[in-house]
Every structure is written in C-alpha cells, then in structure tokens.
C-alpha cells in the first residue's frame, strides 16, 4: 500500500515571506564568524545584501558561480574558503549557486577527493563529516534545491552531470524570499518555473510517493498552474510570484522525499553533454516524457495508480474537475509553447547522440522512481521529440 513506510526529512528551518532575506544576518551569527557567500552570475541582484554582510562584519569571502557548478570549481572554493577562514557558508541565487554552496559546505570539512563521494562517476561513499553549517536563499523558483538532500554537480571530465548525496547536506536554514525573484528575466521564469511544475509531477507519480509528498504536490500544482504564466507575463506581480517561490519550496520538499522520474533521468547526461539550463531541459522534455509514462502504463499496467493519479494531476492543472488522463499532455504542451520553450536542439543535440543519453538515462537514479520502467525505444521517442 502506498505510503504505508515511509521518511520524512527537510531543512531545520524553513523561513518564508517576502523581506525575510534579512534574517539571514542572524542567522549567521547564530553559526559562525565569518562566512563565504557563494551567488550566481547576477551581481547586480545580489549585491545588496552582499553589503550587509559586509556591514555586520560577517564577509569573509564572495564567490560568483558562473553557470552550473563543476566538481573542480567547487573543489577550489572550497580550498580558498578554508584559506579564508570560513566557517558558514550562504548560498545566495538559482539552483546552481544553492547547489555549488552545499558541495562546497560538505568539502570544508570532508577533505577527501570529492570523487569518493559522487554517484555514478565516484565511489558513492557516505560524507564523513557534517558539512560546514550553511544557510540557503533561493533567488529564482524553481528547483527547490534550498530543502533537498544532494548536489548535482557537472563533471566536465565525465560529460554528465551527477549527486553529491547526503542526509548532511538538508540546510540547517532556508529562506524563501519571493522579493528575491522579482523582475527575473521572463526566459528564466519559464525555465525555472517549469522545472517546478515537473518535479511536482514526478513526484506525485513516484513509486516512492507519501501522504506528506502527495500533500505538497496536491497544493503546489495548481498554485503553478495559474501563477506561472503570470509571472512569465508580469515579472513584477508579486502575487504570482509569492505563489510560484511556494510552489517551488514544495517541490523540493517532495522530490527530496519521493523521488522524481524520467525527465530527471535524462537531465543529468544532457546537462553534463550540452551546455543547456537545467530548466530548459526539463521544460522541452517534460510533454514528451508525460506522454510516453502514460502510453506505457495504459498498455502494460492499465490498473496502475500511477494512471489514475496523472488522471488527478491533469484536473488539477486544468481546473476541469470531468478531465480525463488524455487532457494532460495537450495542457502541457500549451504551455510550454505560452511561455516560448525551445526545443532540445538549440543547445546542440541532434537525434544522433540518442544512444549515448539514453544509456545514461537508464543509469541515473531519477530513473528508479518513475512510475514505470520504460524500454529503450521509449526512452528514444522521449528524446527525438524533445528535439
């Protein structure tokens, strides 16, 4: 029975509202002396609160991570945080930021080869040591990344994308601050925002799916449903804004917990292939990869609960209370062609490197929460219509 055994974990503190950003100071005082601040490429929306740190006397060290972090980038912060002194770490920006903040917080204190504790490409092992403590402050809404559990990290060396993974690495401190996500460019609200709405998918449909995810989902897809596109229109409608940073906080809360799927499988190789948004990845494949989850099961596994819950997901995204499983893509589909998502082969993939991802797919763990197997043709159709 679904949700019968089941486990629950977050961050120790979640602080949401807008203007709360500055109860970062405190919080930091509260964990250390001296803080590295890891941002994103945007130093014009985050140099305010760079000045109050500065300001208490908090600053030790500024580092700008520019694009998705690396396992070297991130080794090296970590290096130049301990030189520096650091003792708390503030990830302050996207998911990558949040991302290269946490990895770099579990490095200051394990000091082993950052191999040794990846997925896939690495030894897996467990981290030794709790991270540095370290605080996480989302500026975009998407990736929920402030309350999960791992670190994806691309590997230039590997050609993928991979988990640094740990219970540890749950932020002692979240703050979601929707002021921080207003006036985002509309390409990046779309990418983001729909990034979101997947991971509430997934996670819904997740083999690993709980009353406590199912909670989340059930409350944070329709909140996307009416407030993406209107943040995607007016970037400065702070309603659709303070709805979609909620959206996205409940989203992590659950994939950290149930698990996502096949779009998330296949994010990992083709991040670590192309140079694309993570966002935009799971924007142009999400359609294609709900369609085919829902042909698979209609035909193999007719009375599965996963169908009836996609049958759930489309009267929630649609509003229709009498619609049926049918109604989801073609909803999906549309919105993605509202807010202006590219296909795949923008960034570079061409229906050649199919193999290559596909073999990945089936490899990343994403893959082992989709509510069904898919064949390797499955997983090729997901690609080339992305395309």
């Given at each position: 029975m679904p949700?019968?055994s089941?486990?629950?974990a977050t961050a120790?503190?979640?602080?949401?509202?807008?203007g709360r950003v500055?109860?970062?100071?405190?919080?930091?005082k509260q964990?250390?002396s001296?803080a590295l601040?890891?941002?994103g490429?945007?130093?014009?929306?985050t140099a305010?609160?760079e000045?109050?740190?500065?300001?208490a006397?908090?600053?030790g060290l500024?580092i700008?991570?520019?694009?998705?972090?690396?396992?070297?980038a991130?080794?090296?912060a970590a290096?130049l945080a301990?030189?520096?002194?650091?003792?708390?770490?503030i990830?302050?920006?996207?998911g990558?930021?949040?991302d290269a903040?946490?990895a770099i917080a579990?490095?200051?204190t394990?000091r082993?080869d950052p191999?040794d504790y990846?997925?896939?490409?690495?030894k897996?092992r467990?981290l030794?040591?709790?991270?540095a403590?370290?605080?996480?402050i989302?500026t975009?809404?998407?990736?929920g990344?402030?309350?999960?559990?791992?670190?994806v990290l691309?590997?230039?060396?590997?050609h993928?994308k991979?988990?640094?993974r740990?219970p540890?690495l749950?932020?002692?401190?979240?703050i979601?601050d929707?002021?921080?996500?207003?006036?985002?460019?509309p390409?990046?609200?779309?990418?983001?925002?729909l990034?979101a709405l997947?991971?509430?998918?997934?996670?819904?449909?997740?083999?690993?799916a709980n009353?406590l995810?199912d909670?989340?989902?059930?409350?944070g897809?329709?909140?996307?449903?009416r407030?993406?596109?209107?943040?995607?229109q007016?970037?400065?409608?702070?309603d659709a804004?303070?709805?979609?940073?909620?959206?996205s906080l409940?989203?992590?809360l659950?994939?950290?917990?149930?698990?996502l799927?096949?779009v998330?499988?296949?994010a990992?190789?083709?991040?670590?292939?192309?140079?694309a948004?993570?966002?935009?990845v799971c924007?142009a494949?999400l359609?294609?990869?709900?369609?085919?989850n829902?042909?698979a099961l209609?035909e193999?596994?007719?009375?599965s609960?996963a169908?009836?819950?996609?049958?759930?997901i489309?009267?929630?995204l649609?509003?229709n209370q009498?619609?049926?499983v049918?109604e989801?893509n073609?909803?999906l589909?549309e919105?993605?062609?509202?807010?202006q998502i590219?296909?795949?082969?923008?960034?570079g993939?061409?229906?050649?490197h199919a193999?290559e991802?596909?073999?990945g797919?089936?490899r990343a763990?994403s893959?082992?929460?989709n509510?069904?197997a898919?064949?390797n043709?499955?997983?090729k159709?997901?690609l080339v219509r992305?395309?």
């Open positions: 949700g019968s089941f486990e629950f120790g503190r979640i602080l949401f509202g807008r500055i109860d970062a100071i405190s919080a930091a964990m250390g001296r601040l890891v941002t490429r945007s130093a014009k929306r305010g609160f000045k109050n740190l500065a300001d006397e908090l600053l500024a700008r991570i520019e694009g998705e972090p690396t396992v070297p991130v080794s090296h290096l301990s030189e520096a002194g650091c003792d708390v770490v990830a302050l920006g996207g990558s930021a949040i903040g946490k579990a490095l200051l394990n082993s191999l990846l997925e896939v490409i690495g897996g467990a030794e040591q709790a991270p403590p370290w605080i996480a989302p975009t809404a998407g990736t990344a402030e309350v999960t559990r791992n670190a691309a590997s230039p060396e590997h993928v991979v988990s640094l740990s540890f749950l932020a002692p401190v979240a979601v929707p002021e921080l996500t207003r006036g985002l460019p390409e990046v609200t779309a990418s983001s925002g990034d997947t991971q509430l998918i997934e996670a819904y449909v997740s083999v690993r009353p995810t909670s989340f989902c059930s409350d897809l329709p909140r996307a449903a407030a993406l596109p209107r943040a995607f007016d970037g400065s409608d702070m804004r303070t709805d979609m940073a909620l959206a409940m989203s992590g659950a994939l950290a917990n149930a698990g799927g096949a998330h499988g296949f990992g190789p083709i991040g670590g292939r192309f140079t948004p993570h966002g935009a924007a494949l359609p294609h990869a709900t369609r085919v829902i042909e209609q193999r596994q007719p009375d609960e169908l009836r819950r996609y049958e759930v489309a009267r929630m649609t509003g009498e619609a049926g049918g989801l073609p909803w589909t919105l993605c062609g509202r807010l590219p296909g795949l082969h923008q960034y993939m061409r229906e050649s193999t991802l596909c073999a797919a089936a763990s893959m082992k929460s509510p069904i898919l064949t043709e499955e997983l159709e997901i992305s395309l």
